[in-house]
T-cell receptor, first 112, second 116 residues
Framework: NAGVTQTPKFRVLKTGQSMTLLCAQD?????MYWYRQDPGMGLRLIHY???????AKGEVPDGYNVSRLKKQNFLLGLESAAPSQTSVYFC???????????FGPGTRLTVL | AQSVTQLDSHVSVSEGTPVLLRCNYS??????LFWYVQHPNKGLQLLLK??????LVKGINGFEAEFKKSETSFHLTKPSAHMSDAAEYFC??????????????FGAGTRLAVHP
């Protein structure tokens, strides 16, 4: 039981490049989330999904897109990366009951 | 709207002494509250959660927190710090979107340093 996994762990992009971050969970959770973590700001919600085939905007969605084609996977895309998107990205999942979310190990992204 | 304020950005203690990490919240209704811990270059791990049962909540690794509605506080404590407790700690309040799930609102974090 791996829990929540994220790929890749590290990535460096140039401004304007695109990439996709992959999140996978093996707990059969309905709900999945993408957060970004910046120094002194805690975690902020980018997008979330309440089930396969559904997505919704969170607190800071601009510049990101997501897809949930399979229940166990949640993809985060950056179509044209900007330096302001340099951050650590965390994926999480939950069963939707009690609010507890389980987090992946994070992806450290640097945009030059 | 709900919010969380962690009153100290950094706390430094000696090994074996008590730990107190302070958190105040703002909520228009009875909230769910959590403490998460993040060790360096790791993901977040749930320490404990309050969901309107007992006001004193016990978590993992000897941590506990007390929900005080009159003070809108949810401070995290541990009687005796261990070197392995050095990490960043996040106080979190749960909000409920109209979509029917619990959105988590994070405090800015408190970095705990433990000295020998």
């Amino acid at each position: 039981n791996a829990g929540v996994t994220q790929t890749p762990k590290f990535r460096v992009l140039k401004t304007g490049q695109s990439m996709t971050l992959l999140c996978a969970q093996d707990m059969n959770h309905e709900y999945m989330y993408w957060y970004r973590q910046d120094p002194g700001m805690g975690l902020r919600l980018i997008h979330y999904s309440v089930g396969e085939g559904t997505t919704a905007k969170g607190e800071v969605p601009d510049g990101y897109n997501v897809s949930r084609l399979k229940k166990q996977n949640f993809l985060l895309g950056l179509e044209s990366a900007a330096p302001s998107q340099t951050s650590v990205y965390f994926c999480a999942s939950s069963s939707g009951l009690g609010g507890e979310q389980f987090f992946g190990p994070g992806t450290r992204l640097t945009v030059l | 709207a709900q919010s969380v304020t962690q009153l100290d950005s950094h706390v430094s203690v000696s090994e074996g002494t008590p730990v107190l990490l302070r958190c105040n919240y703002s909520s228009s209704y009875s909230p769910s509250l959590f403490w998460y811990v993040q060790h360096p270059n790791k993901g977040l791990q749930l320490l404990l959660k309050y969901t309107s049962a007992a006001t004193l909540v016990k978590g993992i690794n000897g941590f506990e927190a007390e929900f005080k509605k009159s003070e809108t506080s949810f401070h995290l404590t541990k009687p005796s710090a261990h070197m392995s407790d050095a990490a960043e700690y996040f106080c979190v309040v749960s909000d409920r979107f109209s979509g029917g799930y619990n959105k988590l609102i994070f405090g800015a974090g408190t970095r705990l340093a433990v000295h020998p």
